[in-house]
């Protein structure tokens, strides 16, 4: 998750301030369960937050993953990448929410995020946004698909808030 291991949702991210939207608790949890259970190196919460047939896009190649091993094909994917270009100790940090859309079972919430990491010893930190697209069953709300969008990292202090 280099730009996307998460750095969550920044209402001062790009540049622009943003209103930051009322969160949901029940449509935050599952978020929120999966990105501590990956800061944890917790795969397996962080898998049972989504669905069976999740989709993921990430700035990691191959960028896209989708289908029942989807997760699991993208673990190991952004930890092969990160090992190869000398990236450690990934943290995501969640920000504000700043939209979130309900229609029934399905929902829609943008959160800021700040993605940080070491290159090569070095700290960076990538501000951005993470999408979800959550739907609600019998065991309640879950992740079917999310993305990472952010510039490119940065070297130095992280933000203050994301």
């Known amino acids: ?8 949702l920044a209402s001062m991210t790009f540049g622009g301030a943003v209103v930051a939207a009322t969160p949901n608790p029940d449509l935050a949890a599952p978020i929120h369960t999966f990105i501590d259970a990956f800061n944890k ?3 397996k919460t962080a898998a049972a937050t989504h669905t069976t047939d999740v989709a993921i896009i990430d700035e990691s190649p191959p960028y896209l ?17 990160d090992a190869k270009v000398g990236i450690t100790g ?3 940090t ?3 929410v700043v939209r979130t859309e309900v229609s029934g079972r399905k929902a829609y919430v943008i959160v800021a995020a700040v993605y940080s990491f070491k290159d090569h010893g070095a700290a960076m930190h990538e501000p951005a946004r993470m999408t979800f697209a959550l739907r609600k069953g019998t065991d309640g709300w879950k992740i ?3 993305t990472w969008t952010g510039p490119k990292p940065k070297a130095g202090e992280a933000p203050a808030k994301p």
């Open 65 to 81: 993953w989708r289908g029942p091993t989807a997760f699991a094909d993208w673990s190991r994917d952004l930890a092969a990448d």
């Open 94 to 96: 969640l920000g504000d």
């Open 144 to 146: 079917a698909a999310w």
């Open 1 to 8: 998750m280099r730009t996307l291991a998460f750095g969550l």
């Open 41 to 43: 190196g917790d795969g």
């Open 90 to 92: 990934e943290m995501v």
